[in-house]
């Protein structure tokens, strides 16, 4: 009985997913260049992305040194086309959560939030990076990104200046440019405000940041006095380039602390993480720390460990096929007042590019689940359109 249900699940999955690649094979333009937000450098995006929406190393370059590339026309630098990524698809649940809830099966269609971004240049030495997102389900719409950024020097030794909005990263992962319909457990990407100064030498590329600890009057702990101040920091050192390399990653969140020894740090974040490719397979494995001072109380020390090693394949012609499969497991220390936790998820995503612009994909997930909890295991799939 439980075999026959899977059947129908699997059915209606791959029809709807059949269904979407039709109309998106159909409606989606046939174009061979990049998307319209990279279009001013003239490329095609097997040239940045391998796959699409992850960067290859020549991708990696193009957005660390400001979306300028080499040879780019100059009557292109000050263009600013508009994306938009928006996706829709159908998932089915069956597990022991879903059973507790009352049902053993749960079934539904989805449609993913749509965002706008922009991004160029508005001189040889400076470019803009702007993008939102619509949430369909409430209704509003967010800023995720709204930065400048300003370079000095070129070439292998180059540095620059960012200022307002924008996201700091994981070497070589990023939650923008997953291959999963899923996103990370792990904390790949952390939004900060602030200013930002890095630079590149070689192989080397690294980053520091002064951020806005935005605290606010609603958050705040007793005797607090000051809010939205820059204190937190963030610092990035990576070697190599998206395909192959190491780096690393440490930020510093005062988060209110209320013990004065600890006025210059709350909540500390140390990434590590690493890229290998070998033909057409890229793996990534990676390891957070974050350590919290006083929680969840004086003198406990908070701890969670992540792990990760996701990996990625390429295969058919023009790699328009590309498997993914990620194994995630966050450990949070036991306390004298909290228990020791163990999350897991697993996920494995088959994805079919129908033209530039338009993409199915088809994912099998178990998870995400604490150890000894119920847990789910689940099907879905989405079609997926930029422009």
């Known amino acids: 009985m439980k075999c026959r249900r899977w059947f129908r699940a699997v059915q209606a999955v791959l029809a709807g997913a059949g269904f979407a690649g039709f109309v998106g094979f159909a409606a989606a333009p046939r ?6 937000r990279f279009v001013t450098a003239g490329t095609s995006c097997g040239d940045c992305h391998a796959p699409v929406p992850r960067l290859n190393a020549a991708g990696d370059r193009f957005q660390r040194r400001g979306f300028h590339a080499p040879g780019e026309p100059a009557d ?9 990524h928006v996706s829709a698809g159908y998932a089915f649940t069956s597990g022991d959560s879903a059973r507790d809830a009352g049902a053993n099966q749960d079934s539904r269609f989805e449609a993913g939030d749509l965002e706008l971004a922009s991004a160029g240049t508005l001189g040889e030495r400076t470019s803009i990076d702007l993008a939102g997102v619509f949430a369909p389900d409430t209704g509003t719409f967010r800023l995720r990104r709204a930065s400048v950024r300003f370079d000095g020097g070129s070439g292998p030794r180059a540095f620059h200046v960012r200022v307002g909005r924008f996201p700091t990263e994981f070497p070589f992962l990023a939650a923008d440019r997953r291959t999963t319909l899923r996103r990370y457990l792990t904390p790949v990407t952390i939004d900060g405000d602030g200013v930002e100064l890095g630079g590149e030498q070689g192989a080397w590329s690294g980053a520091a940041a002064l951020l806005d600890s935005q605290r606010n009057a609603g958050l705040d702990k007793p005797g607090t006095r000051t809010f939205n101040r820059f204190e937190d920091t963030c610092w990035s050192l990576m070697h190599g380039d998206a395909e192959r390399g190491m780096g690393i990653r440490v ?30 397979v890229t793996i990534v494995p990676a390891y957070v ?99």
């Open 76 to 84: 292109a630098r000050r263009a600013f086309p508009l994306s938009m």
């Open 289 to 387: 720390q974050d350590r919290f001072d006083d929680r969840p109380a004086v003198k406990i020390h908070d701890k969670f460990h992540s792990g990760l090693v996701e990996a990625i394949g390429r295969f058919g012609a023009d790699d328009r096929w590309t498997l993914t499969a990620r194994l995630e497991h966050v450990y949070h220390t036991r306390t004298p007042l909290t228990p020791r936790e163990d999350t897991r998820d697993q996920v494995v995503d088959l994805t079919r590019r129908l033209n530039p612009n338009t993409q199915v994909a088809v994912e099998w997930f178990h998870g995400p689940q604490r150890l000894g909890d119920p847990r789910d295991t689940g099907i879905a799939a989405r079609v997926v359109v930029d422009y």
């Open 251 to 280: 930020w510093f969140d005062r988060q209110d602390s209320n013990l004065p020894v600890h006025t210059w740090l709350q909540h500390v974040q140390a990434a590590v993480s690493a890229a290998l490719t070998a033909g057409r």
């Open 31 to 36: 174009s061979v260049f990049a998307l319209p």
